[in-house]
């Protein structure tokens, strides 16, 4: 894989995972539909709880780890940090902003408090343990804050983990993944149990799901997990297995997540095949092989995915207040409710994309001399979102 005259690598753009990102933004979006219980019948709304109850929780660790794995496939040798902050903050920010002005003006702003709505604004919610600041307006927008921290710190984690020679990435990404895994034991046996908060409807301990599932600094753990496998597949030293088996390893470990505490299934059930699926899926576009996951439709989808992301909570939860926040539905009209939610998210989604995130990007992610052509580094779109604690 080599470099063009100007500096950007010519490595092959990763249409595949572009699509898979809708998969993790609607995983979210399933979760925060079944925590809120919508049917009548009772043993749907279980059903549809149990399936999905962790669900955002894992498209989060696969944004997360995604963010790490793309910044480092498209990182550009002769890119300089001012270059790479201002191309990742010009991403983010003006959705945010967007969503953010949003979600005050339909129902946030009636109950937010000023300090807690600018840190918001800032992006720097996640760096306070109370559920009612790190997860107040745009609740998905936890998130990004954590994001703003990876960008942070991307130029100096990537020159680090390019000097760790190719024989040792293996054991980099094994002790990585062993520290997520072995996180909420230690912290089981370290935090007090008292305050709890219940994640989804089981109580935890208050700061130790904090540290685990909010703490820019914790996460950061999958973030430098994500750069590690970019650099194994760029090493070659990839091990070939493709997307269908681990996906099913996924599938398995989540479901083993959905019996084990809470604070497991946040990010350590799932670590293992969500570290190693991205690679297997970016070896279907380094190996030009044709699947659907490249399909129009589908990359349409990935492209609008971090729009979704911001746009569908306050769908969700403003539709709620005009509907009535104690109603529940039919099992006809609550699929035909859900899918209206899902549709006006898109719709909502293209809005934002095609009238503040591409513009933005064309506009101000490079010197204006040099905007005629937006950066290719759109660092897996979403993080994820929670609904009360995703």
Not at 227 to 245: N, Q, S, Y
Not at 276 to 302: E, M, N, S
Not at 310 to 315: A, E, Q
Request: hydrophobic share 50%.
């Amino acid at each position: 894989m080599s470099m063009d005259s100007t500096g950007r690598s010519t490595r092959p753009r990763l249409t595949s995972i572009t699509g898979v990102r809708f998969f993790a933004a609607f995983m979210v979006f399933l979760f925060h539909i079944a925590i809120s219980k919508p049917f009548a019948d009772q043993k749907v709304s279980d059903g549809l709880f149990t399936a999905f109850s962790k669900a955002g929780w894992a498209g989060v660790s696969f944004f997360f780890v995604l963010s790490g794995f793309i910044l480092t496939w498209s990182a550009r040798p002769q890119d300089s940090t001012r270059a790479f902050w201002r191309r990742r903050l010009v991403k983010v920010f003006p959705n945010h902003l967007v969503t953010h002005a949003l979600t005050m003006s339909l129902y946030a702003g009636a109950t937010v408090a000023g300090g807690t709505a600018v840190l918001n604004l800032l992006l720097l919610q996640p760096w306070v343990p109370d559920e009612s600041v790190y997860f107040s307006v745009d609740n998905p927008s936890w998130s990004l804050g954590c994001e703003m921290v990876f960008y942070l710190l991307f130029p100096l984690v990537h020159r680090r983990i390019r000097r760790i020679g190719g024989h040792r990435l293996w054991w980099c990404a094994a002790g990585l993944m062993t520290a997520i895994i072995a996180l909420p034991a230690v912290l089981t046996a370290v935090v007090p149990a008292e305050p709890s908060i219940l994640a989804p409807d089981k109580p935890v301990p208050a700061v130790a799901f904090w540290l685990v599932y909010i703490f820019p600094l914790t996460r950061v753990l999958d973030f430098v997990l994500g750069i590690v496998m970019a650099r194994i597949v760029l090493e070659g030293r990839w091990i070939g297995v493709g997307p269908l088996p681990l996906t099913v390893l996924f599938v398995v470990c989540y479901a083993a997540g959905l019996h084990l505490p809470a604070l497991y299934a946040l990010a350590a059930t799932t670590v293992v095949p969500v570290a190693l699926l991205i690679p297997a899926l970016a070896g279907l576009d380094i190996d030009g092989k044709k699947t659907w996951l490249r399909g129009r439709t589908l990359h349409w989808l990935g492209e609008v995915s971090f729009a979704f992301y911001l746009v569908h909570w306050p769908v969700l939860t403003y539709g709620r207040r005009l509907l009535g926040e104690q109603r529940h539905y039919s099992l006809p009209a609550g699929i035909a409710l859900v899918a209206l939610c899902c549709a006006l998210s898109l719709l909502l989604a293209w809005l934002l994309y095609e009238g503040v995130e591409a513009p933005a990007m064309r506009r101000w992610a490079s010197p204006r001399r040099r905007a005629h052509r937006p950066p290719s580094d759109d660092a897996a779109g979403p993080p994820a979102t929670t609904t009360s604690r995703h």
